[in-house]
């Protein structure tokens, strides 16, 4: 069965450059999370997307935004990085309507440096 | 807001014995989901079980069975035969309903769990 796929799977960038990770969530869903996990943290919530439209905001800071695109598809833009960016960046998604849980992906691991 | 607690950041267990991993919870909410998903070293966020919040039966997985008690807000794990690969980190996570968009989870801060051989 289709997985949610995340690209790239590692990135390393610098300070102050840009980072560009994409989400491909499963066929047919509509809801995409973005989660955001510090090493040794729990994953904390980002941004989430319903029908290419923001559905719920948190911890996200000014410098990163987020689309949902037509096909679904969801790009996690972080500009100005900082080495505190340095994460394990997850996004899950699901069919809004389904009563299930969101399923994840494996994850884009960023390193600043 | 919701709150989940996780007050014990690390526990140890000898292959093949019972393990239980504790987790406590807030809300106002009468509905809701609860979850415990695994991390192990690849960092895969893997759902091991749910409870959903109007059912008064405790779920259960083959190894990995629940109890829930909602008026208490507390919402363990227990691991039963634990084996070598059940060593991972553990998160207790809380969810709204699943319906509709707004069903992002909040995570508590996570137990590593290490089995003995």
């Known amino acids: 069965a289709a997985g949610v796929i995340q690209s790239p799977r590692h990135l390393i960038k610098e300070k102050r450059e840009t980072a560009t990770l994409k989400c491909y969530p499963i066929?047919?869903?509509?809801?995409v999370y973005w989660y955001q996990q510090g090493p040794g943290q729990d994953p904390q919530f980002l941004i989430s997307?319903?029908?290419?439209?923001?559905?719920d905001k948190g911890s996200i800071p000014d410098r990163f935004s987020a689309q949902q695109f037509s096909d679904y598809h969801s790009e996690l833009n972080m500009s100005s990085l900082e080495l505190g960016d340095s994460a394990l960046y997850f996004c899950?998604?699901?069919?809004?309507?389904?009563?299930?849980?969101?399923?994840f992906g494996q994850g884009t691991r960023l390193t600043v440096v | 807001a919701q709150t989940v607690t996780q007050s014990q950041p690390e526990m140890s267990v000898q292959e093949a014995e019972t393990v239980t991993l504790s987790c406590t919870y807030d809300?106002?909410?009468?509905?809701?989901?609860l979850f415990w998903y695994k991390q192990p070293p690849s960092r895969q966020m893997i759902l091991v079980i749910r409870?959903?919040?109007?059912?008064?039966q405790n779920a259960t997985e083959n190894r990995f069975s629940v109890n829930f008690q909602k008026a208490a807000k507390s919402f363990s794990l227990k691991i039963s035969d634990s084996q070598l690969g059940d060593a991972a980190m553990y998160f207790c996570?809380?969810?709204?309903?699943?319906?509709?968009?707004?069903?992002?989870?909040?995570f508590g801060k996570g137990i590593t769990l290490s089995v003995r051989p």
């Open positions: 899950a998604s699901k069919k809004a309507d389904m009563n299930t849980e969101a399923f």
């Open positions: 066929p047919r869903h509509d809801t």
């Open positions: 997307f319903y029908e290419k439209m923001q559905s």
């Open positions: 809300t106002s909410e009468s509905d809701y989901y």
């Open positions: 409870q959903e919040a109007y059912k008064q």
């Open positions: 996570a809380y969810s709204p309903m699943y319906t509709g968009a707004n069903s992002k989870l909040t």
